[in-house]
């Protein structure tokens, strides 16, 4: 299994900005079978969702509710993920889990908290 650390998270005002990202690590191979890495988020009592999601190909996707306003990037060469969080929301708060997907296998970090609060 690859193992996923994240980091970054924190309290941020409303309207500030925050760059969570997430390292992978583990065997050279189960690490080089990673076809795409994305970024989740849970809040108390709310289900997990998906916030963004970026693959191999380089094919980009984002939660309606954070477009425009987080960008996700990756860095094959470092095995790590990052998300680029803007303009930020009370309701973005949530821990944010990074996720990656291997052929038969999904692997998930621990989480990061980050609370938007004034």
């Known amino acids: 299994q690859v193992q996923l650390v994240e980091s970054g998270g924190g309290l941020v005002q409303p309207g500030g900005s925050l760059r969570v990202s997430c390292a992978a690590s583990?065997?050279?191979?189960?690490?080089?079978?990673?076809?795409?890495m994305g970024w989740y988020r849970q809040a108390p009592g709310k289900e997990r969702e998906l916030v963004a999601r970026i693959s191999n190909s380089g094919t980009i996707y984002y939660a309606d509710s954070v477009k425009g306003r987080f960008t996700i990037s990756r860095d094959n060469a470092k095995n790590t993920v990052a998300l680029q969080m803007n303009s930020l929301k009370p309701d973005d708060t949530a821990v944010y889990y990074c996720?990656?997907?291997?052929?038969?296998?999904?692997?998930w970090g621990k989480g990061t908290l980050v609370t938007v609060s004034s």
């Open positions: 583990g065997s050279i191979r189960s690490v080089f079978s990673i076809n795409a």
């Open positions: 996720n990656a997907q291997s052929p038969g296998m999904i692997s």
